[in-house]
């Protein structure tokens, strides 16, 4: 069989193209630039970057907020708490989901539909924000680790982006491995999951975003300052700078800190807490668009 000839691009065609280049590269800059002006900017003497403009490059290179934030005790105790509220939240998370989403998934479960429409009722509704505190404070969660991952363990969202996907994982394979003698727990953990890695992926990184963001649990039920998030110590900085006082006294050298800008410790803030989610997403950003988009489509 001859192979067929590709036929040469058309004056409108490379037109097209040329144009259709120009666009995508635009909006490359439009994602990428503000990040990179964050990084430069933080990277800048605190009184050459007050003169505003776009930074391409560090105006007077400087490490100094870098050195006045990372000398302080606390924000390591916050960066280790931070990371242990993402990982063993993300886990336990991702675990429930998953015993949850796989007999709603199952068309021979009686009564799913039912269960499904009142988690789906949580989607629109909650009990407010004094219940849900007087109900941590009945479960003597104030001032402990497991107020981070427990109260929103499990997403509705999240757990019906599964179920679909679990759906769409052919029931042949089920019948076999229960033929072979397999139960539903071998079934689910051997075979199932091991299908619906995409998806996991992809959930595992909303809840990683989630709960590396979140702050308000913080603020509302841990008074502990050696349970304090990075989130709300960064918080503290930034209302500190501001007033030149408070948290700011913590570092090293208090006049070097004085001479930081507002904006510098906030740029230089927002780099520390986003670096890390830069670091996770490029090992998790393959599996995304599959594992939402089949995910997303009912089965």
Known sequence: MARSKLKPATAGGRVGNIIIGIFLGLMV?????????????????SHASMSGGIFLWPRD????????LLSTKQIYVCYRNSILKTVVGTGISLILTALTA????????????????????TMLFNGGLIPTYLLIKDLHLLDSFWVYVLPGAMS???????????????????????LDGANPFQILFKIVLPLSLPSLAALAMFYGVGLWNGYMDNVLYVNNQDLQLLQNYLRQLIAAAGAKSGTMSEMSNIGAAARLTEETVKMTVITVSVVPVLVVY??????????VMVGSVKG
């Open 156 to 178: 509705a969202y999240n757990l019906f982006i599964l179920r679909n996907f679990f759906q769409s994982i052919p029931a042949s394979l089920e019948e076999s491995a229960h």
């Open 282 to 291: 490029p090992f998790l950003q393959k599996y995304y668009t599959k594992g």
């Open 102 to 121: 796989y007999p709603l998934s199952l068309r021979r479960f009686k009564g799913r539909n039912f269960f499904c429409m009142m988690i789906f009722f």
């Open 61 to 68: 290179f400087s490490l100094l907020s870098y050195q006045q």
């Open 29 to 45: 800059v439009i994602t990428i630039y503000p990040f990179w002006h964050v990084i430069m900017y933080s990277l800048s003497d």
